[in-house]
């Protein structure tokens, strides 16, 4: 196949991946939407195949490396629970960061299969170029791999920091410029191999002072790294279906990024140099922590939900990891059946990734125009008769309304307090990851449930 | 004078930043994750590197360091691939309207 010829196909396979994006403006255009993108990858890969124009015996290597990927691939995406779903992203994106990685070492070692040069003599660009791939694939790889751990429950969620991290991770930067510099006036291998392993020890030192609560940001960033990876792949190899895609990747996790940081009122840059959750500890929560709470148990939050015409629930990670999705739903069935009008209402950053509630909430058959985001619903609270909080905590917390004292001041939340009264289901009191105590908890017309999240709502289910 | 072909990529490169920020902007809020399962699944079309670097004039079946680095990756890419598009299409299936009966 001619050269003309395949990049025209390349062409065809990066508008089938915007396509691919656009049909996500909807659900009901997301399904065709997917199916773009597969169309496109199969076109990009057959191109491949046919542009090579080598069938030798490597042909048949290619083939089973790409079929015990695709069968890895296929048992890990039916197999994986909806929960899990931020792990699997992370890990995704570690996987692509290396791919990145290996294409980058192999055309440095064979630059003559990309007609890029020769070994020692490769194209001043095209090392450019690859530097840039190689560094960007390695910190998205290594960066993934510790979001990965940390959401995992392997690594702790807490924040690692250490006296001049800041200083030493601006030293690596800068480092990167200087061996990508050398690199390119001496040609010499070595300096591309410590490119690589700085590379490494960067994405490594960039996630650890980021707090567990603060990965629906790393996720999203990493996303856009492994955009810009592939894109920095695609000049070296002169491919538009990469660079296309590498620029609609990085602009993607770069506007998620950016959603995310809004959901918390904090600038990126305070989230990437970390360290949130650890050193501001409120000292106003510990005279508070004695103040009277009202408890409650399943019959009095059944008794309640009974007697109101609008259920607003707010979900948030905790109901994530108690797995209540199910029972939830099981229990906003019952409400409907005793005409109960129940929506729900999603903060941009609850659970550990962008629109992680939403999933889980379709997962157990909700039907997603029952589903609102925090812009839509917010004036609701004011007419509604019951919010039921499950394992939402800060995104409700008044105080970031009305407390300039507190570190989430500012922050938009969730009116769950104008609410004829509030049902907070919680394991205990203690604080959420911001490490500070909610008003919500002590407020007049609020009634504490503490118990696990699935456990509860199955008992309020019983008690309806 | 000619303009370097480097050119019409970075072209590409920009415009195609452009149409991203544009058309991610559209996307609805409550399908933020299917977007990063399937971003994951098109940044793997890497893949296409893969092939050529296992390729590589490789017809006396012995292999080069850089084509086993190439199977290697051909093999990192698929399980993003399939993995990525698959997952995706699990969790789009999940997003049903209001029935009306209910």
Redesign the interface.
Known sequence: MSANLSAIF?LI??VL??L???G????ET??Q??FF??L??TI??TV??LS?G?F????T??LI??????????F???K?P?TA?PE??AG??S??G???V??A???F??P???NLGSPGKIKL?SLIEMSIGAAVGAITFSGSIIAFLKLQGIMSGSPITFKGQHVFNALLLTSIIVLTYLLCSTQLSNYFWILLAVSFLIGFLLIIPIGGADMPVV??ML?SY??W???G?????????????????????A??SY?MCKGMNRSFFNVILGGFGAAEQSTSSQDKEHRPVKSGNAEDAAFLMKNASSVIIVPGYGMAVAQAQHALREMVDTL?KNDIKVTYA?H?VAGR????M??LL??A?V?????F?LEEINNDFANADVAFVIGANDVTNPAAKNDPQSPIYGMPVLDVEKCKSVLFVKRSLSPGYAGIDNDLFYKENTLMLFADAKKMTEDITKNL | MEIDPFIFRLSIFILSIFIGYYVVWSVTPSLHTPLMSVTNAISSVIIVGAIIAGLAGNSEGTFTTSNILGLLAISLAAVNIFGGFLVTQRMLQMYKKKKKDN
């Open positions: 390349y396979s990066g991946f915007i691919a994006l656009r996500l403006s909807s659900p997301s399904r939407g997917n993108g597969i496109g990858m990009a890969i491949t195949f090579t080598s030798s015996s490597g042909l290597y290619v490396f790409l079929l015990i990927g695709g069968l890895i691939g296929a890990i995406a039916y994986i909806m779903m699997l992203v995704f994106h996987l692509v290396l791919s990145a290996l294409v070492v192999a055309a070692l064979n003559e299969a990309f660009a996720i999203s996303n492994s955009g990876a592939a894109a792949i695609g000049f070296t190899l002169e491919n538009s279906a990469l660079i296309i895609t590498g620029a609609l990747v990085g602009s993607s996790g506007i998620l959603i409907k999603i941009p990734m962008p629109g992680h939403n999933v379709a997962e058959n039907p997603y125009d029952e589903v985001e």
